[in-house]
C-alpha cells in the first residue's frame, strides 16, 4: 500500500496547475499526478486552440478570467526554472466576438456587466472592426465584442510550464491507469481517507483526493459508482496556410456557426481553426472528419477572410470540449465525500481558466476554503438546487 498527501487524477493542464498550486500553498507532503498518457496524444489540452479571454457574462467567471490573464502575461517569466523556460508564448493581439443580428442582445449584456468589472473590451461597429481587421468581410455583421489585453498562446508551452515547475517543486509523476477508486467518506466510516488503486502501482491512500480527467471524467467518475454531469463534446479542429499574410497580426476571433480562428503562435501564414460539433450525441470521438472542413470550416474561413487569398489544409484533428449543464466548471469538495475534490466540466476553458482553477482547489486543500476567488458559484451542488451560472459559453 502506498501513501500519499494528495493525489490528482488528470496530468494536463488542470491537474498540473493544481500540483503546482499546492506548493505554493505551503503544501510540503507528497502531491502525486496520475496521468494515463505522457505524450498527451488526447489531451484536451494540446488540441486547444489556446485562446485567452475575459470576455464573459457574470462577476465570477471575469474575476476567474482577469486573474488568470494576468498569470498568463507573467508566465514563461515565472515559471522558468532549473528545468528550462516554458514557450508559452502569450500573444495579447486581442479576443474578438462577432456580432450578428442574431447575438447581438447577449453579447452587449454581457459587454456591459464586462464594462463594469473593469474589463478592457470595446464595441465595435462594423466600419470600425473593418479598420482593425481589413482582411475580414463585414457586411453581414453587427459589429464586435473586443479585448485588446486578450489574446492567445502555445497550450503545449503552459502545460510544460507547470508540469516542470511542479516537478521541480517535488511533485510526484506516475505515468499509470486508474483502475478505480473509493473516495473518501463512502463507506460505513465518514473517514475522509480514499483509495486510489492503478494498473501497475496498485493501490494508494490519499488525505486529498482530486479528480482533474477532463473529457475521461465520466469513465473515471464511474469507477467509483458517481454520477457527475458531465459530457464531453466533439470539436474538429485544424491548421492551414493562407495565401496572403496579412499586414495587421489577426486576433482570436469567435465567429457564427461555432468556428472559432487565430493566427498561430508561431509562424505567420498559418491559422488555426476549430468548429464545435452539436449535432451528434456527447461521448468521446477523436476522428478527424475532413468533410466537415471541406463543407463547413473551408468555405466559412474563405468567406469571412478573403482578404488572405485561397486555403491549405495542412493537417486536421479532433478534441473535446467537457461540458456541464450550465456550461461552467465545477470547482470544490464534493457535497458527500469528504476529501474528494473537483475540478471538471471546464466546458472548452481548461487552458483559458487554468491558473485560476488552481489556484482555487489548492486553497480549499490547504485552506478549507478559496480565498483569493469566490468558488461557491462553482459547486457541484448547484445542479440540484438550480442556482446555475447564468453565463453559456461559447
Not at 156 to 176: F, I, K, N, P
Not at 198 to 219: E, Q
Request: charged fraction near 20%; hydrophobic fraction near 40%; proline fraction near 7%.
Amino acid at each position: 500500500m502506498h501513501t500519499a498527501d494528495v493525489v490528482i487524477i488528470g496530468g494536463g493542464i488542470i491537474g498540473a496547475s493544481i500540483a503546482y498550486h499546492l506548493r505554493q500553498e505551503g503544501e510540503t507532503g507528497r502531491v502525486m499526478v496520475i496521468e494515463q498518457d505522457a505524450t498527451y496524444a488526447r489531451a484536451s489540452t494540446a488540441m486547444s486552440l489556446g485562446g485567452i479571454r475575459q470576455l464573459y457574462g457574470v462577476p465570477c467567471n471575469i474575476a476567474m478570467a482577469r486573474y488568470s490573464l494576468q498569470v498568463y502575461e507573467q508566465f514563461d517569466v515565472v515559471m522558468a526554472g532549473d528545468w528550462g523556460q516554458p514557450q508559452a508564448h502569450f500573444h495579447q493581439r486581442g479576443y474578438c466576438f462577432i456580432m450578428t443580428p442574431e447575438n447581438r442582445d447577449v453579447l452587449l449584456r454581457k459587454y456591459d456587466v464586462q464594462r463594469q468589472m473593469g474589463v478592457e473590451v470595446e464595441c465595435l461597429t462594423p466600419e470600425q472592426l473593418q479598420e482593425r481587421i481589413p482582411a475580414m468581410r463585414v457586411d453581414d455583421l453587427s459589429g464586435a465584442i473586443y479585448g485588446q489585453r486578450d489574446g492567445y498562446l502555445n497550450p503545449r508551452g503552459a502545460l510544460q510550464g507547470y508540469v516542470e515547475r511542479s516537478r521541480e517543486l517535488g511533485c510526484t509523476w506516475l505515468q499509470d491507469e486508474v483502475t478505480g477508486f473509493t473516495p473518501g467518506g463512502s463507506g460505513a466510516s465518514s473517514e475522509p481517507t480514499s483509495t486510489v488503486y492503478t494498473r501497475k502501482m496498485g493501490a494508494i491512500t490519499t488525505r486529498a483526493l482530486v479528480l482533474a480527467a477532463g473529457p475521461w471524467t465520466p469513465h473515471v467518475a464511474a469507477l467509483a459508482g458517481l454520477d457527475l454531469p458531465v459530457q464531453p463534446v466533439r470539436r474538429q479542429a485544424c491548421e492551414v496556410i493562407i495565401s496572403k499574410t496579412p499586414r495587421e497580426k489577426l486576433p482570436m476571433i469567435i465567429d457564427a456557426n461555432d468556428i472559432h480562428f487565430r493566427p498561430h503562435t508561431e509562424f505567420d501564414d498559418h491559422m488555426l481553426a476549430t468548429h464545435v460539433v452539436r449535432d451528434e450525441p456527447p461521448g468521446l470521438q477523436f476522428v478527424w472528419d475532413p468533410a466537415q472542413f471541406d463543407d463547413h470550416m473551408g468555405p466559412h474561413l474563405q468567406r469571412r477572410l478573403p482578404g488572405v487569398g485561397p486555403l491549405q489544409l495542412q493537417r486536421g484533428w479532433a478534441g473535446h470540449y467537457v461540458m456541464t449543464p450550465d456550461e461552467n466548471p465545477i470547482l470544490g469538495e464534493h457535497p458527500t465525500h469528504p476529501g474528494l475534490y473537483l475540478a471538471v466540466g471546464l466546458s472548452g476553458h481548461g487552458v483559458m481558466l487554468a491558473p485560476a482553477v488552481g489556484k482555487v482547489l489548492a486553497e480549499i486543500i490547504c485552506q478549507g476554503r478559496s480565498v483569493t476567488l469566490d468558488a461557491r458559484p462553482y459547486r457541484l451542488e448547484r445542479f440540484a438546487t438550480g442556482d446555475l451560472i447564468p453565463d453559456a459559453q461559447i
